[in-house]
C-alpha cells in the first residue's frame, strides 16, 4: 500500500502550511506511533501464522516482499562467574573515569592509587527531545 496515495494530506504538509498545530502533530503522532506498536505486537502472531501458509518464500503484497525470517540469536554469560566478575571490573573502572570526567569540570585533577593522572571519559551532550506526560489531575 503506497501511503502517498491515500486521498489525506501529508501531515508534514499541513504542518508546514501552518494547518495544523505543530505541538499538536507531534503529540498526535507520538500517540499513533504508541498505538501502532501495541497493535503490530497483537497482530504479530496471527499474521506469522497466516504468513507460515505462504512457505519459506512467502508472497508479495503491495510491491513487497514478505517472508518469515528468523531474528538473531542472544548470548547469555550470566551465569559464568569470570564473565560476571569481569563486567563488574569494568563497570568500576567506566565508573572510575566518569568521576573523574565530573572533576575535570570543577578544575581537579583525579590521581588514581600509583599517583597517575586518571584520564577522564568523554561526555557526549544529548539532543533536545520533546517530552510528553500524562498530566496528572
Known amino acids: 500500500m503506497d501511503i502517498s496515495k491515500l486521498p489525506i494530506k501529508d501531515i508534514y ?3 508546514k502550511e501552518g494547518e495544523i498545530d505543530p505541538i499538536k502533530a507531534f503529540v498526535v503522532l507520538k500517540e499513533i506511533e504508541k498505538k501502532s506498536k501495541e497493535y503490530k505486537s497483537k497482530i504479530e ?3 506469522l501464522d497466516e504468513l507460515s501458509k505462504y512457505g519459506r518464500e ?3 503484497m503491495d510491491g513487497n516482499q514478505i517472508s518469515i ?3 538473531a540469536g542472544r ?3 550470566k551465569h559464568i562467574k569470570e564473565v560476571v566478575d569481569l563486567e563488574n571490573e569494568l563497570k568500576a573502572l567506566k565508573e ?3 568521576g ?3 572533576q575535570i569540570q570543577s578544575n581537579i585533577t583525579s590521581i588514581g592509587e600509583g599517583g597517575d593522572v586518571i584520564d577522564p571519559a568523554e561526555f557526549k551532550e544529548g539532543k533536545e ?4 506526560r500524562p498530566k496528572w489531575i
Open 13 to 15: 504538509d499541513l504542518v
Open 45 to 47: 502472531d496471527i499474521a
Open 58 to 60: 512467502g508472497l508479495e
Open 69 to 71: 525470517k528468523r531474528s
Open 75 to 77: 548470548w547469555s554469560f
Open 96 to 98: 572510575k573515569h566518569k
Open 100 to 102: 573523574s570526567y565530573k
Open 129 to 132: 527531545i520533546i517530552q510528553i
